[in-house]
Nanobody, 117 residues
Framework: QVQLVESGGGLVQPGGSLRLSCAAS????????MYWYRQGPGKQREWVAT?????????NYADSVRGRFTVSRDNAENRVYLQMNSLKPDDTAVYYC?????????WGQGTQVTVSS
């Protein structure tokens, strides 16, 4: 059973920063890719960022966050991070991490991010 636990959410003012963390119960080096998604109030869940856990460390971002968010990983700690800068009210959402292993997707419980003055 794969468990993912997100943390680091909170209330931040527009223009501020937060760093989210996703802790995995297994070695993330064994997972091809991990993902961040978010679901804002009244909205569908949307993809935010991807990081492969292969040696190439490929990353990809949704247009809405590119240039402001950075995804990274720490294989030794089995964690994936999402550094979020220049936050906007539209970034308010519950943020989830996901691991895809073979054909199965595993999700964390999410962490709330609220951007408001």
């Amino acid at each position: 059973q794969v468990q993912l636990v997100e943390s680091g959410g909170g209330l931040v003012q527009p223009g501020g920063s937060l760093r989210l963390s996703c802790a995995a119960s297994i070695r993330i080096s064994s997972i091809y890719a991990m993902y961040w998604y978010r679901q804002g109030p009244g909205k569908q869940r949307e993809w935010v960022a991807t990081i492969t856990t292969s040696t190439t460390h490929n990353t990809n971002y949704a247009d809405s966050v590119r240039g402001r968010f950075t995804v990274s990983r720490d294989n030794a700690e089995n964690r994936v991070y999402l550094q979020m800068n220049s936050l906007k009210p539209d970034d308010t959402a519950v943020y989830y991490c996901k691991a895809r292993i073979a054909t199965a997707d595993y999700w964390g419980q999410g962490t709330q991010v609220t951007v408001s003055s």
